[in-house]
């Protein structure tokens, strides 16, 4: 199957500063990606849908200039958390869907943020 | 977006089979429906997608009826491996675009030897 992947594994920065998250389509196109974060024991929650080359839309309630996302091309986009704070320590997860095709999103295996 | 409700949790034994029931009353005519399996700290896992009837795979069958109103994913034999969360979706949708999946609460599975 298609494979997705992010970059870092895991991360733990200072409260302030800002954090990127990579997600990469490695064998396909991806024309739209999605950003979930998680928290512990909690089920996955859509933070926004990004489209290659324009904005990404956000759900209800994500600060979009806090959570700066990016696609610049059609297998990558990146997640930016800027001035972290120890409440956006979470699980972050990347999801693609293949270019032409409709029926599977393909989930990267995920980000640990810890803020300190 | 159609509302999935799932049980929380479940438990089972070794070598049993595990039926999870999902209902989605306001599904779409055109969605599918979507299982995904969930270990900690990893992305979700594609299991198993159907739209009616009965679909079947090397893991898991997927039974909805008629109505598509609710979905029952089932593990044949499972092991401790299959312990995971099991997430019922309602989509993507068959006319394709880009639509967003949104996740339930899902399913707590907990196999015990």
């Known amino acids: 199957g298609a494979v997705v992947s992010q970059h870092p594994s895991r991360v733990i920065c200072k409260s302030g500063t800002s954090v990127k998250i990579e997600c990469r389509s490695l064998d396909f196109q991806a024309t739209t990606m999605f950003w979930y974060r998680q928290f512990p024991k909690k089920s996955l929650m859509l933070m926004a849908t990004?489209?290659?080359?324009?904005?990404?839309?956000?759900e209800q309630g994500v600060e979009k200039d806090k959570f700066l996302i990016n696609h610049a091309s059609l297998t990558l986009s990146t997640l930016t958390v800027t001035s972290a704070h120890p409440e956006d320590s979470s699980f972050y997860i990347c999801?693609?869907?293949?270019?032409?095709?409709?029926?599977?999103?393909?989930f990267g295996p995920g980000t640990r943020l810890t803020v300190t | 977006l159609a509302k999935t409700t799932q049980p929380i949790s479940m438990d089972s034994y070794e070598g049993q089979e595990v039926n999870i029931t999902c209902s989605h009353n306001n599904i779409a005519t055109n969605d599918y429906i979507t299982w995904y399996q969930q270990f900690p700290s990893q992305g979700p896992r594609f299991i198993i997608q159907?739209?009616?009837t009965k679909v079947t795979n090397e893991v898991a069958s997927l039974f909805i009826p008629a109505d598509r109103k609710s979905s029952t994913l089932s593990l044949p034999r499972v092991s401790l491996s299959d312990t995971a969360v099991y997430y019922c979706?309602?989509?993507?949708?068959?006319?394709?675009?880009?639509?967003?999946?949104?996740f339930g609460a899902g399913t707590r599975l907990a196999v015990h030897p």
């Open positions: 999801s693609a869907r293949e270019q032409g095709a409709s029926n599977e999103q393909y």
């Open positions: 159907g739209y009616k």
């Open positions: 979706l309602v989509g993507p949708n068959l006319s394709g675009g880009y639509n967003k999946l949104i």
């Open positions: 990004s489209n290659e080359g324009s904005k990404a839309t956000y």
